[in-house]
């Protein structure tokens, strides 16, 4: 019951779990994106055709689908971001240096102003509970082209190569155990 409070009902508590999972996996077309500039010649299981397209085209979209879910939702899902945040950071400041774990801060600064740009785009928006600056079609279109600019941004931010490698072989050495 407590999973309620914050929302009036069913549907608003599965618009938030939506909104949320889907923001979730859009950093996964930026991951895409990345590894394939990263480590291009990297053993996958498969390929996917057309990635350089799809991925920003899935960004695109699922920032789409945060904007439809409306303020009303969406300022709570940042809220919870920013809770999140506030937790991750007490916890870091209580671990001993030696086990604190490594944030790559330089490569996460594409992700700021994407978080507080879809925040005001939803709060302009002509979606539920936002403020109709942007009319409708109008803020579609912006969420479209300022998502293309954060996903060309994020880009140049990856991880170098090297960190990548060392990290993919320290994660397959942690599956193998």
Request: charge should be negative.
């Amino acid at each position: 019951m407590i999973v309620f409070l914050p929302f009036p009902g069913w549907q608003k508590l599965v618009s938030f779990i939506t909104s949320v999972s889907v923001l979730i996996y859009s950093g996964q077309c930026l991951s895409l994106a990345a590894m394939r500039r990263q480590l291009p010649d990297w053993e996958r299981p498969f390929r996917l055709k057309g990635a350089e397209i799809l991925a920003p085209v899935g960004f695109v979209i699922a920032n789409l689908i945060v904007l439809f879910a409306g303020w009303t939702i969406d300022w709570k899902m940042f809220a919870a971001i920013a809770i999140g945040l506030v937790l991750l950071a007490v916890s870091q400041l209580m671990r001993p240096k030696e086990d604190r774990v490594e944030l790559d801060w330089a490569s996460s600064v594409w992700m700021w102003p994407w978080l507080l740009g879809l925040l005001l785009l939803s709060l302009l928006s002509s979606f539920p509970g936002g403020e109709n600056d942007l009319h409708f079609g109008v803020d579609m279109a912006a969420t479209a082209a300022f998502s293309l600019i954060i996903h060309f941004f994020a880009l140049t931010r990856r991880l170098p190569p090297e960190v990548v490698k060392e990290r993919m072989r320290t994660a397959d050495a942690e599956l193998e155990e």
